[in-house]
T-cell receptor
Framework: GAVVSQHPSWVICKSGTSVKIECRSL??????MFWYRQFPKQSLMLMAT?????????EQGVEKDKFLINHASLTLSTLTVTSAHPEDSSFYIC?????????????FGPGTRLTVT | GQNIDQPTEMTATEGAIVQINCTYQ??????LFWYQQHAGEAPTFLSY??LDGLEEKGRFSSFLSRSKGYSYLLLKELQMKDSASYLC??????????WGAGTKLIIKP
C-alpha cells in the first residue's frame, strides 16, 4: 500500500510558460502533502507543506506567487511553476503523509524532472 | 538551529558490512528516518526509529541513541544494487522532516 504517483514524470517547457505537476495518493488519504526540489548531487529541499483545504505553508525563500500549490482533495495536490525560467530546471518530488496519528512516514512520488529551455 | 550531519560519501566492497552514521539536532524530536535514493529517482523509506536501540529489517538495521543525538544505518551482505544515496532525516516537534545532505554509498566488486 501507500503509493504516490506524480504526473508528468518529465517535462520540457519554454522559458516564460507555466507547468503544472500533479501528485496523487492512490490508496490512502493524504492529510498533508509536501513538495521538494532537488538539484543534482544535492539533498532534498522542502519548498512547501500543504494540508487539504487550506493554504500551503512555504519555506523561507520560496516564492509563493511563482510556485502555486493547491491541495484540493485528500488525494490530490498540484504544483504550478509559473513563468518558468531555466534556473527552475530541477527534480520536483512530492510526498504524502497519511491521516493516522501514529503514521508520520512520508511516501514519495517518483518525481518530475523539469527542464526549462 | 536544526541540523543533520552525515558523511558525504563512503565506499565499501560487495559482500561486506557498512555503517552510515548520522548526528542530529532538532527542535523537539519525533523520530529519525532513513531513506534510500537511487540516482534520478525519488527516495524510498528504509526505517523509522523513535525509541533507543537497534531495529533490524533483513540486511538493513538502524540504531538510535536519543541521549547522544545519534543514529546509524547498518547494511550487511552488500550488493551492487545498494549503491545509492542514503538520507537521514530527523522529525522535529512540528512533525517536519529535517533532511541531511545524504551519504553517497559506492559499492565495489
Amino acid at each position: 500500500g501507500a503509493v504516490v504517483s506524480q504526473h508528468p514524470s518529465w517535462v520540457i517547457c519554454k522559458s516564460g510558460t507555466s507547468v503544472k505537476i500533479e501528485c496523487r495518493s492512490l490508496d490512502f488519504q493524504a492529510t498533508t502533502m509536501f513538495w521538494y526540489r532537488q538539484f543534482p548531487k544535492q539533498s532534498l529541499m522542502l519548498m512547501a507543506t500543504s494540508n487539504e483545504g487550506s493554504k500551503a505553508t512555504y519555506e523561507q525563500g520560496v516564492e509563493k506567487d511563482k510556485f502555486l500549490i493547491n491541495h484540493a482533495s485528500l488525494t490530490l495536490s498540484t504544483l504550478t511553476v509559473t513563468s518558468a525560467h531555466p534556473e527552475d530546471s530541477s527534480f520536483y518530488i512530492c510526498s504524502a503523509r497519511g491521516g493516522t496519528s501514529d503514521s508520520y512516514e512520508q511516501y514519495f512520488g517518483p518525481g518530475t524532472r523539469l527542464t526549462v529551455t | 538551529g536544526q541540523n543533520i550531519d552525515q558523511p558525504t560519501e563512503m565506499t565499501a566492497t560487495e559482500g561486506a558490512i557498512v555503517q552510515i552514521n548520522c548526528t542530529y539536532q532538532t527542535s523537539g524530536f519525533n523520530g529519525l528516518f532513513w531513506y534510500q535514493q537511487h540516482a534520478g529517482e525519488a527516495p524510498t523509506f528504509l526505517s523509522y526509529n523513535v525509541l533507543d536501540g537497534l531495529e533490524e529489517k533483513g540486511r538493513f538495521s538502524s540504531f538510535l541513541s536519543r541521549s547522544k543525538g545519534y543514529s546509524y544505518l547498518l547494511l550487511k551482505e552488500l550488493q551492487m544494487k545498494d549503491s545509492a544515496s542514503y538520507l537521514c532525516a530527523g522529525m522535529d516537534s512540528n512533525y517536519q522532516l529535517i533532511w541531511g545532505a545524504g551519504t553517497k554509498l559506492i559499492i565495489k566488486p
